[in-house]
């Protein structure tokens, strides 16, 4: 598996001959394989044993029989976190060839102390049982009634994980509510969001995690489990910010371009290099989007000298701010902003591209120095997905040929 690299490892069933349980040790102790997810489909899923594999460091643990739909939902987001752990190495190298030392070293020790929880529910006395069994194992337990209170203060506060307590029926669409307030909020969009569900039927389907759960569990089983269950959704949530952190730093001076919140053009071609290597290499795909501004060059003449740079510098901090961490957002050309979308299919790159030029093109953006004027950005944008036998620079090249 050294070799191999996969993005995920998944063991349908315990072992016969082998402590399953010390070969995910193994594999964590490994270098070359710790940052791998491991996941279990076991038929066991007792809350002894989960958490003997919550220890030994499984990503998560799963019941066999677990429906397909589920399984593969609750899979999606550990993948991602392998790409991310992926291009923390590779932006790490690319940021050294500029003289930008980034340590990565120890980003994958992470672990579940001083955890704040957000409980969100009114289901009686469901809601006191959970808060004693998560205080009991440590974490520190809020209680918010309100799914709008709480979608107030996930915002205003810190918290590691949300808990959402659904005991009838008609609560769980504002449980849904509350999921996709937090996926659409930029600054919450990776919270854990533990759903404990008093309905079988919710749990056998994937309509929890299409919502925006991370886990669903259920209300009336053993709430020893729940506190696992979050455990495990936290140390995946400490991972993700230890990744964050390295991969931020390579944004230094001497790989930023003037406007600070992007990579260099020099950044930009070096990285790709080492992304088209890695796609070709592993056969997955990786798109590039294009944002030309198009108005850039008679805003000095309509509202005088700078305001082009004022507008530039916010389409930095929109492009930048609406890409995930693992992408890369870079200078292009004089009116060209690039987004990078590694380990990412067409599809998935085009909405995120088409939710970033609407928000450059509709965006009111105040042109100040005492200048009582607003104006927007015309924006064209254009996408391409790698091919084989691609280039830095065909890739870019195709990406232009789509603008629109």
């Not at 609560?171 to 969001?193: E, S, T």
């Not at 510098?313 to 930048?320: M, N, T, Y």
């Not at 939710?355 to 042109?367: D, K, M, N, T, Y």
Request: proline share 4%; net charge negative; with cysteine.
């Amino acid at each position: 598996m050294t070799n191999r690299q996969p993005d995920l490892v998944l063991i349908e069933s315990a072992f016969t001959d082998v402590d399953t349980f010390e070969m995910v040790r193994r594999l964590k102790s490994d270098v070359a394989t710790q940052h791998v997810p491991v996941v279990m489909l076991n038929a066991d899923n007792s809350p002894a044993l989960r958490i003997e594999g919550f220890e030994s460091g499984l990503a998560d643990m799963l019941l066999e029989g677990t429906p397909d739909d589920v399984v593969l939902a609750r899979l999606v987001p550990l993948v991602r976190l392998s790409t991310m752990h992926a291009e923390c190495v590779r932006r790490a190298a690319t940021a050294s060839e500029f003289d930008v030392p980034i340590d990565i070293t120890g980003i994958n020790n992470v672990g579940t102390e001083n955890c704040r929880v957000l409980l969100i529910g009114n289901a009686g006395n469901s809601i006191d049982q959970i808060s004693d069994i998560l205080q009991a194992d440590e974490f520190n337990v809020s209680v918010e009634n309100s799914h709008f209170s709480a979608g107030e203060r996930l915002s205003k506060e810190i918290f590691d994980a949300a808990v959402i307590a659904v005991e009838k029926t008609h609560d769980i669409d504002n449980a849904y509510f509350l999921c996709a307030h937090i996926r659409n909020n930029a600054k919450l969009f990776n919270l854990p969001v533990l759903l404990v569900v008093g309905h079988k039927g919710v749990l056998a389907s994937d309509l929890p995690y299409r919502q925006g759960a991370s886990a669903a569990v259920p209300l009336g089983g053993d709430l020893k489990d729940l506190s696992i269950s979050l455990k495990f959704l936290v140390r995946r949530q400490r991972l993700r910010w230890n990744l964050h952190a390295p991969i931020s730093a390579t944004l230094a001076p001497n790989s930023a371009d003037s406007l600070n919140a992007l990579y260099s053009n020099n950044f930009l071609r070096s990285h790709l290099g080492r992304l088209l290597d890695r796609s070709n290499k592993r056969r997955r795909n990786m798109s590039l989007a294009i944002f030309s501004l198009q108005n850039l060059g008679n805003t000095d003449d309509m509202y005088g000298p700078g305001t082009s740079d004022v507008l530039l510098r916010h389409a930095a901090d929109w492009v930048s701010g609406l890409i995930r961490v693992e992408d890369v957002a870079a200078r292009l050309g004089p009116i060209e902003i690039c987004a990078v979308f590694p380990d990412t299919e067409e599809l998935d790159a085009r909405q995120a591209t088409d939710r970033i030029a609407g928000v450059l093109h509709h965006s009111e953006i105040p042109l100040g120095s005492g200048r009582n004027a607003t104006t927007r950005i015309w924006t064209q944008s254009g996408i391409a997905t790698t091919s084989p036998d691609d280039s830095v620079d065909s890739l870019i090249a195709r990406a232009r040929s789509n603008l629109s």
